[in-house]
């Protein structure tokens, strides 16, 4: 028998809440560095900041695929 995900106080899964709030934050820290370079340019450590969190927001993504597939 299959068990569910724990839920939060509005039905969610603790872990769907989770990488819905870690994706807000990526993505308004991808707007920021975008808006940052459009007038000071990227460092090559900015760059690579920028990179892991698109790499990140691709894993997390998948991840809600899951959640999709599943329903």
Do not use: C, Y
Request: net charge negative.
């Amino acid at each position: 028998m299959k068990s569910s995900p724990p839920q939060s106080r509005n039905g969610q899964p603790e872990e769907l809440k989770k990488i819905n709030a870690d994706l807000s934050d990526l993505f308004h820290q991808q707007n920021d560095a975008l808006e940052n370079a459009v007038f000071m340019g990227m460092t090559d450590e900015q760059s690579k900041a920028f990179e892991k969190r698109r790499e990140r927001i691709a894993e997390l993504t998948a991840r809600l695929e899951q959640f999709k597939d599943a329903a």
